[in-house]
C-alpha cells in the first residue's frame, strides 16, 4: 500500500478529519450513523466501507454520492497504471482507488472502515487520523488474525496512533487489556465504553452519557438492541473530532435516519414478505458470527411474543452450528438454503444438518422464496417473525432479486 500510494501522491495524506474504525461487529453500523450525524450537521462526508451487498460501488462513497461506473473505472485504471504489474490484492487496490477519488473531492470527515483486522489492513495508512473507533472484538476470521481473543485484539487495536483519541466499545475483559496496553505503548488516549461512556435504554430513546453528563437521543433507525451501542459509539467519535462542533440536533437526527441495508432490514413490504400471511413481519441480517448471532437473539428476545422463523444460508468457511446454537432456543423452525451464485456456499443439506444438530427443527428448500413458502405452509394461522440470516453473500443475493422486483 505504502509503495502504491507514493506512485500515486500519497493521496490519503490530503483527507480532512478521518475517522478510523475497526472491530468485528458494528464497524459498518457505527460508520452508518456517523455518516448521517455528519450530513444533518451540514458536512460534505466521504466514506469507504466493505463489503459491498449489490453492487461493487458501494463501497465508495464520495462527499455523499456513490461513485459511478465511470468514476471508479478510472480510479481503478489510473492505480493499476500506476501499481505497474507490482504484487497488490484486490482490497489493496480498490483502497487506493477511493483514497485517489477522495483526494480529488473536498470534504469535510472521511470515514473509513478496515476490511480485516487493522494493524496490517489496507486501510492503516493515515498517519494521524483525527478519532479511531474500535467496535465489539470477538471471534471470527481466526485463519487470518489469531485463534485467540487476545491476539484478535491486537490486530484491531494496530489502527491506534500517538495522540490520536480511540473510542472503544463494549469488549471482552481479554480483548479490552490489549487494547489498553497498545494504548499505553503508543500513547493513545482512549473512551472506553462502560468507564468514560455509557448507553442505557430510555422510553422512547436512549441516555448517552460522557464524563458524567446525559444527553437523550431518539430511538436509533437501525433494528436491534446492539444498535444502542453502535450509536451511542458514533455519538462519542462524532463529539471527538477535534474542530467540529456538531450540534445536539444533528447528532439525533443522524442515529434516527442513518441507512444499512442488510442489517436487520424490514423487507415485510417486498414481493418475498407477500409471500406470508398478513400480519407476519420478515427481516434481513448479514450477520455471520457468533457474537452477531447472540445479538440477533436479543433483539428477538429470549422468549418471543411470536414464532421465530430462520431461512438460513453460509459460506463453506464458517462453521453454521456454531452461529445457529444461539437460535436454538428461540427458533421454533429453519429452512436452509444454498447462497444463490456462491461457489463457496454450504450445501443446503449441510446447513440443516448442522441446524438439527443444535435442536432447531430444520428442512431445506431451493430458494429463499420457497423457503418462505414452506415456512408460510406449515403456519397453524398464527402471526410469526421470519429472519433471513448467516451470510452477508446471502442478504447480498436477497437484496439483488428484491433490486429486478421490489414489489
Keep these: 500500500m505504502e509503495r502504491l500510494l507514493a506512485v500515486l501522491g500519497n493521496p490519503q495524506d490530503s483527507l480532512t478529519n478521518v475517522v478510523h474504525v475497526a472491530g468485528t461487529n ?22 469507504y466501507t466493505s463489503p459491498h451487498l449489490v453492487h461493487f460501488n458501494e463501497r465508495v462513497s464520495v462527499a ?16 493499476e497504471a500506476a501499481n505497474a504489474g507490482g504484487e ?14 477522495f483526494s480529488r473531492t473536498p470534504a469535510d470527515v472521511t470515514l473509513l472502515e478496515t476490511g480485516l483486522g487493522g494493524r496490517l489492513d489496507a486501510t492503516n495508512v493515515v498517519d494521524a487520523p483525527a478519532v479511531a473507533v474500535i467496535t465489539p472484538v470477538s471471534m471470527d476470521h481466526m485463519s487470518w488474525l489469531g485463534d485467540t481473543i487476545e491476539k484478535i485484539a491486537f490486530e484491531k487495536a494496530g489502527i491506534l496512533k500517538p495522540g490520536v483519541t480511540a473510542v472503544v466499545g463494549p469488549q471482552m475483559p481479554a480483548a479490552l487489556d490489549v487494547i489498553e496496553r497498545r494504548a499505553d505503548e503508543v500513547g493513545a488516549p482512549l473512551l472506553v465504553h462502560g468507564r468514560d461512556w455509557r448507553v442505557r435504554a430510555a422510553s422512547d430513546g436512549l441516555m448517552v452519557e460522557v464524563d458524567d ?9 437501525l433494528k436491534g438492541v446492539h444498535q444502542s451501542v453502535n450509536a451511542g459509539t458514533a455519538i462519542v467519535a462524532a463529539r471527538t473530532i477535534a474542530g467540529l462542533s456538531l450540534p445536539h440536533s444533528a447528532l439525533a437526527s443522524g442515529i434516527a435516519t442513518a441507512v444499512w441495508p442488510g442489517r436487520m432490514q424490514d423487507l415485510s413490504g417486498t414481493t418475498l414478505g407477500a409471500r406470508l400471511p398478513a400480519g407476519w413481519s420478515l427481516h434481513l441480517d448479514g450477520g455471520h458470527n457468533v457474537a452477531a448471532a447472540e445479538s440477533l437473539v436479543q433483539t428477538v428476545g429470549p422468549r418471543p411474543e411470536r414464532p421465530l422463523h430462520l431461512v438460513f ?6 462453521d453454521p452450528s456454531e452461529f445457529l446454537r444461539p437460535f436454538a432456543r428461540v427458533a421454533a423452525s429453519l429452512q436452509a438454503v444454498a447462497i444463490p451464485g456462491e461457489e463457496t456456499s454450504l450445501p443446503a443439506q449441510a446447513c440443516c444438518d448442522a441446524a438439527r444438530s443444535v435442536g432447531i427443527p430444520s428442512d431445506t428448500a431451493i430458494s429463499v422464496a420457497a423457503a418462505l413458502d414452506a415456512i408460510a405452509s406449515a403456519s397453524d394461522g398464527q402471526p410469526a417473525q421470519v429472519l433471513i440470516c448467516g451470510s452477508l453473500y446471502l442478504a447480498g443475493a436477497v437484496l439483488a432479486d428484491l433490486e429486478k422486483k421490489p414489489r
Design 213 to 221: 453528563e446525559e444527553d437523550f437521543y431518539p430511538q436509533p433507525v
Design 64 to 79: 455523499g454520492k456513490i461513485l459511478d461506473d465511470d468514476g471508479l473505472t478510472a480510479m481503478l485504471d489510473e492505480c
Design 26 to 47: 458494528g464497524k459498518g453500523s457505527t460508520v452508518a450513523f456517523l455518516k448521517a450525524i455528519c450530513e444533518a450537521a451540514g458536512l460534505s462526508v466521504h466514506a
Design 88 to 101: 497488490i490484492t484486490f482490497f489493496e487496490m480498490t483502497t487506493a482507488a477511493a483514497f485517489l477519488a
Design 313 to 318: 444460508g453460509a459460506l463453506s468457511s464458517r
